[in-house]
């Protein structure tokens, strides 16, 4: 993976944990709202796992955002 992919997927699974963790809700919680498994979102968490774009969108859904809020982020910053 390059290393601005690394860059871009540490903040991305940053904002999606702060997101979470800002509305009280735990991976166990998110995934029976979503249809992404736990262990998927943990491995997402820890900057272990890609995501497609599909995976962003489920992930959104449950946690009742709109998509755009797991990607505003500045990405010319490191």
Known sequence: MKEKDKIRLK???ALLKKKRTEKGIGQ???ASNCDVDVSKINKIEKQNANMMVTTLIELAEGLGVHPKELLDIDFTKK
């Open 11 to 13: 903040k991305v699974s």
């Open 28 to 30: 166990r919680e998110l």
